[in-house]
């Protein structure tokens, strides 16, 4: 059965930084996209930032610059760094991972940015 957990999350304050990981367990996973997608109080889940299986990134205006997504094909890791934090960037932050049509979720990590 296929696990993902994230970590990472926590208390920072504004300009901060964070590094989020997300690691896969339970099966290898040989070619695979990954994405993080983020959920404030009261808000609808939102993308933040994706990474297809040969590298090629893509993220949402609002953290573009800011944050980088990566990932570890050995460990089967994905990373988000987030830097110059801000309040906004309050949520609880989900890892997806996507391999032959198969999608996989975590359970998120809260992060809390303080003005």
């Known amino acids: 059965q296929v696990h993902l957990e994230e970590s990472g999350g926590g208390l920072v304050q504004t300009g901060g930084s964070l590094r989020l990981s997300c690691t896969a367990s339970g099966r290898s996973f040989s070619s695979y996209s990954g994405e993080w997608f983020r959920q404030a109080p009261g808000e609808e889940r939102e993308f933040v930032a994706g990474i297809l299986s040969g590298g090629s990134t893509t993220y949402s205006d609002s953290v573009k610059g800011r944050f980088t997504i990566s990932k570890d094909n050995v460990k089967n890791i994905l990373y988000l760094q987030m830097n110059n934090l801000k309040p906004e960037d309050t949520a609880v932050y989900y890892c997806?991972?996507?391999?032959?049509?198969?999608?996989?979720w975590g359970q998120g990590t809260l992060v809390t940015v303080s003005s």
């Open positions: 997806s991972l996507t391999e032959a049509n198969f999608e996989f």
